[in-house]
């Protein structure tokens, strides 16, 4: 579904700033898997998913989304394809916009946007089923401004509205990293109910070990913009945290678990 | 007095229209958009030469309309596709429209409707205004002139807010507001963000050219100058508007600004009644739209202290 083939990236080549942040990353996520990165800060994974996602422009490499070469696609043409997600709740949603305008935008992704309502009367009876099973009784205030809700809510219609559209990429770019343990819980929940129920191709960078080990087919960690290890299936069901501190360790990030 | 009065109230309308022009480019699509200081006069200066060839002056609005939203066309490639920075992009156009501007009313830095029918003299001859204007009630206006521009303007700007609150509520509207609010998440969604500000950008300055329009004809001139302190003009009736009339909702914003505008007229004809010079208008304004900027913040600031001493009073303190 999505293959990513020798991506490389350095920020501000040839001045002391230089930083590699991608070098020669190669990996190829299967329709429906779930890959879950982590790495210390710096390390390139969210360079990697701003290359998916077409925020970057990768210096070297390939993408290809669904066997399209999407390497050169506009970020906003790109955004049919994929589904996101950002660290900062106030990043995934129009504050001064309704929840429903929110939602019927993320609703129009890769359709043309004409002169018709900006919010249809199926588009609410749809929503309006869709929030209800988050239980966080969004679904009784379609017309308030996203503004006024919590960031644990804005993150929970952020995750809704990437994948409103069944995209065929679905990136997490810490999105539980900003909310308080409890809500990030709620959160984290929400989003395996959904990846789960779309059958979502899914890369989540994450910082806390215990997310990913909990979650995810595979696991994936990045150093220095490289991937350096690697783990799926049993291997990955077996990992620990005191496991995964050790590969850290061993590969030179410094742990702050 | 009440010539005062209808005078004022005609010129706000007219400049409601600019107003709910800068309303979208600096509330929704988050641009301070300098242009419209020359935009202004564009619409103008189009609907001048056009009247002084004999064209008709509705079609003159229609043309003003249209060279604005070219205008604002202009600054939107500057400011998308050359990356130059919103105010810089908009000061560079507008300074650039004040040589055009002087080539459209034929190298002339200003130009006179006297003798030519405008829009407003055409409507109050019509056989059903005359009437109305002749009615006991307006008995004591003797300038008919400016009650025929009042129903006539005032048709215009509900007209405008019509168009205005339609359109942001379209599908298109809404990637336009979300350009305005979260260019991120705009982008995240799909939406061409560079073709969203081009568009806010062409409506709002095609309705400034019609406010230009609209107001070389009722003033019976054009002048190159006439666009210098629109834009803070435009400014202290938008928060004028949103401070005393709320902005809880889009329609709500628009009728806020709109009424923002003549209420801002009404104040300048006062203090020039009361003795104010000309020339001590534009001091005026900025402190206007100074006080006008930070109330806001002051009345929170109120509303936080007595919230306080309440509950300190509550606690028995």
């Known amino acids: ?257 | 007095m009440t010539d005062i009065i209808t005078g004022a109230v005609a010129l706000g309308l007219v400049w409601a229209i600019v107003t709910i022009g800068v309303w979208i480019t600096y509330r929704i699509l988050d641009f301070p958009d300098l242009t419209i200081e020359g935009t202004i006069v564009a619409g103008a200066a189009t609907s001048a030469i056009l009247m002084t060839h004999g064209v008709s002056p509705l079609l003159c609005l229609l043309a003003s309309f249209g060279v604005g939203a070219l205008c604002g066309l202009i600054t939107g490639i500057l400011h998308t596709q050359l990356k130059i920075p919103a105010l810089l992009a908009g000061i560079l156009t507008g300074i650039g429209l004040y040589s055009i501007n002087i080539r459209i009313m034929g190298n002339t830095s200003n130009l006179s409707l006297l003798g030519t029918r405008t829009l407003i003299d055409r409507f109050a001859n019509l056989r059903g205004i005359k009437a109305i204007l002749g009615l006991g009630i307006f008995e004591n206006v003797v300038n008919k002139q400016n009650l025929a521009a009042i129903i006539l303007v005032g048709v215009v700007v509900v007209m405008v807010i019509a168009l205005c609150t339609w359109f942001l509520r379209t599908s298109y509207g809404c990637s336009v507001r979300a350009t305005g609010s979260n260019p991120d998440m705009a982008r995240a969604q799909g939406i061409n963000i560079d073709a969203a500000k081009i568009v806010g950008l062409m409506l709002s300055n095609a309705l400034v050219g019609l406010g230009g329009s609209l107001l070389t004809q009722y003033q019976s001139y054009s002048d190159v100058q006439m666009g210098i302190g629109s834009i803070v003009i435009g400014l202290a009736s938008l928060i004028i508007g949103e401070v005393l009339f709320g902005k809880s909702s889009t329609l709500r914003s628009l009728i806020a600004v709109a009424f923002g505008a003549i209420l801002y007229r009404a104040i300048i004809a006062l203090v020039i009644q009361a003795g104010m010079r000309a020339t001590d208008l534009r001091l005026f304004t900025a402190i206007t739209v100074a006080i006008a900027l930070f109330s806001p913040t002051a009345i929170q600031q109120v509303k936080l202290l007595r919230g306080r001493v309440k509950r300190r009073g509550d606690a028995g303190l």
């Open chain 1, 1 to 257: 579904m999505l293959v990513c083939k020798n991506l490389s990236k350095t920020f501000y080549p040839g001045t002391a700033n230089e930083r590699r942040a991608l070098c020669n990353v190669n990996l190829s996520l299967r329709r429906g898997e779930f890959v879950v990165i982590i790495g210390g800060n710096g390390s390139g994974k969210s360079t990697l998913l701003n290359v998916v996602s077409g925020a970057i422009l990768s210096d070297a490499g390939r993408i290809y989304i669904d066997k399209q070469d999407v390497t050169f696609l506009a970020e906003h043409k790109r955004a049919r394809l994929i589904g996101r997600v950002f660290q900062d709740p106030m990043l995934g949603t129009a504050a001064s916009m309704t929840i429903e305008e929110n939602l019927a935008l993320a609703n129009r992704r890769g359709k043309t946007r004409g002169l018709g309502s900006g919010v249809t009367r199926t588009e609410r009876v749809q929503f309006r089923e869709m929030l209800r099973p988050l239980e966080l009784g969004l679904e009784d205030r379609l017309t308030a401004r996203v503004g006024l809700l919590s960031g644990g809510q804005r993150q929970a219609l952020t995750l809704l509205m990437a994948s409103l559209r069944d995209p065929k990429v679905l990136l997490l770019d810490e999105h539980t990293a900003a909310l308080d343990p409890k809500t990030a819980a709620k959160v984290q929940e929400i989003s395996l109910q959904l990846v789960r129920e779309h059958k979502l191709t899914t890369m989540m960078v994450t910082h806390n070990m215990g997310d990913a080990l909990r979650f995810g087919d595979r696991l994936i960690m990045m150093q220095e913009g490289r991937i350096v290890f690697e783990a799926q299936g049993p291997e990955k069901q077996a990992l620990t945290v005191p496991d995964l501190v050790e590969k850290f360790v061993a590969v030179g990030s410094e742990v702050i678990a």
